[in-house]
């Protein structure tokens, strides 16, 4: 297992040893010891979700302010542009985020600590994403940073509006949201 550290250090990517043939490919997705020696990643994950979207789709940006979940993300169909914000007032990386094209062919995976919101789009046909949470998922905790918010200044690589959900559509801006300390 290869993992990087990206330009806010907390979000890594992972890279698992895929081990391919003339029968297809096997490589193991999640193994608790491995991440924890490798990666130092001693969260326990206590929820998968398994999210199927069509081509332009935008999900995000998502958080919980209270029960945060950390999140391992992969995606096993298609391609996304994953994103994370953070949301931590007491990182120097308040406000910065890190976008990273993920893809079935490259099976890399995405760690998001707690205090960031995350969000994808979807960049091929449609996708399949699963990814580990550390927390359960509470609607009343959640909370939605709106995707466009000119103080993020994202670079999505969307040629048009991208798809939005009615919550998505009524996310806040950075500076109106409720932050983690």
């Given at each position: 297992m290869k993992v990087t550290k990206t330009a806010i250090p907390d979000i890594l990517l992972i890279e698992a040893r895929v081990f391919e043939d003339e029968r297809g490919f096997f490589y193991e997705s999640y193994n608790e010891r491995v991440l924890r020696e490798k990666a130092n990643i001693v969260e326990h994950f206590v929820q998968d979700n398994h999210s199927h979207s069509t081509k332009n789709v935008l999900r995000g940006l998502h958080y919980q302010i209270k029960q945060p979940q950390g999140k391992l993300?992969?995606?096993?169909?298609?391609?996304?542009?994953?994103?994370?914000?953070?949301?931590?007032?007491?990182?120097?990386?308040?406000?910065?985020?890190?976008?990273?094209?993920?893809?079935?062919?490259?099976?890399?995976?995405?760690?998001?600590?707690?205090?960031?919101?995350?969000?994808?789009?979807?960049?091929?046909?449609?996708?399949?994403?699963?990814?580990?949470?550390?927390?359960?998922?509470?609607?009343?905790?959640?909370?939605?940073i709106l995707w466009n918010d000119p103080d993020l200044a994202i670079a999505w690589p969307v040629a048009e509006e991208p798809i939005l959900s009615n919550k998505d559509r009524a996310g806040k801006r950075l500076k109106e949201a409720e932050v983690f300390t």
């Open positions: 993300v992969r995606v096993v169909v298609g391609e996304v542009f994953d994103v994370a914000v953070d949301l931590r007032t007491s990182s120097q990386y308040f406000g910065q985020w890190i976008g990273i094209q993920i893809n079935a062919k490259n099976k890399q995976q995405v760690w998001i600590p707690a205090g960031f919101a995350h969000g994808f789009l979807v960049l091929s046909e449609y996708t399949e994403v699963i990814y580990k949470t550390t927390e359960y998922y509470a609607p009343e905790y959640e909370r939605t």
